[in-house]
């Protein structure tokens, strides 16, 4: 028999938008596993702004002002498209096996993206803490830059082709993981004694500034 998704969709309605979920006592949109949330803002809730169980797809969202996450979803679940911006703890938190790809994360209060898993084409800037915070995973074609910690906090992950720029401690935190083909500037904003790029153990190669 095939599974069918449970889905919130901006688009449900003759195609007109929906009303945004904004000033819940609680979470805005829950939906459980395999679920499917598209096109859909969400601001100024409670507790988190999305929050989708394992093997779901949250795309081409808006999440702003949240009291807690932005965006949450759980194992093996994917997050496209998606904008989270000035939520009080971070703006996308994921578990392991999740994918991120093409969102935007910024001014939230602590981390912007915080996945175990794939993160591919995202900007994370202005963070209260890390850009990108992916520890054993791949991060790919990304830039964080004026993050107050460092820009991707990456250690045993394969980082290729992203940048860093302007963040409080390191530009890009990849040890004993391989950072290849990146490039980042004017880090260590804080004053201390973060670099731009911080290898110690991985394998590096094409980077800016080497080795």
Known sequence: MAKVRRYVTANS?????SPDAQFNDATGIIVGTEGLVTHCAVSSNAVNG??????????????????????????DSTVRGCTASSNTVSGIGASLGVTVHGCNASSNGGTGI????????????NNGSSGIFAPSSTVRGCDASNNG?????????????????????????????????????GNNTGGGS??????????????NPGP
């Open 194 to 207: 973060s670099v731009d790029i911080d290898a110690a153990g991985a394998t590096r190669t094409g980077n």
């Open 13 to 17: 309605f003759a195609g007109r938008r």
């Open 50 to 75: 999305i929050a989708a169980g394992a093997n779901s797809l949250v795309s081409e969202c808006n999440a702003s002002a949240n009291t807690g996450l932005g965006i949450t979803v759980g194992t």
């Open 114 to 125: 915080s996945v175990g898993g794939t993160v591919g084409d995202c900007t994370a800037s």
């Open 149 to 185: 910690g460092s820009g991707i906090n990456a250690s045993g992950s394969t980082v290729i082709n992203s940048k860093a720029s302007s963040n409080g401690n390191d530009g890009i935190l990849a040890t004993s993981g391989v950072v290849a083909f990146c490039k980042a500037s």
